[in-house]
């Protein structure tokens, strides 16, 4: 089965397989050419999760800063900063 993209997944699906890729490469038993697969994807789904961090955290600030009588304002899902 190929693994799903970042982009596909939850954040914690993101999380659980990042931590279990961590673990993997710890225990320092695999091979070289599959260590670097392993981190290569520990890096994808680091920064997908990354990203889902930071829509959600300005997604928080744009409800924290509204109030009842504050207009709308424009949420950006594609916000890289």
């Known amino acids: 089965m190929a693994a799903k993209k970042p982009d596909n997944m939850t954040f ?4 659980d397989e990042l931590d279990a ?3 993997e490469l710890e225990s320092g ?7 670097l697969k392993k981190f290569e994807r520990g890096i994808t789904l680091a920064r997908s999760s ?3 961090l930071t829509q959600a955290e300005q997604r928080v600030n744009i409800l ?3 109030d009842d009588t504050a207009s709308l304002s424009k ?7």
């Open 12 to 15: 914690e699906a993101a999380i």
């Open 21 to 23: 890729i961590v673990n």
């Open 29 to 35: 038993n695999i091979a070289l050419e599959d260590a």
């Open 50 to 52: 990354q990203q889902k």
């Open 64 to 66: 924290l800063q509204a």
């Open 75 to 81: 949420f950006n899902a594609n916000n890289d900063e």
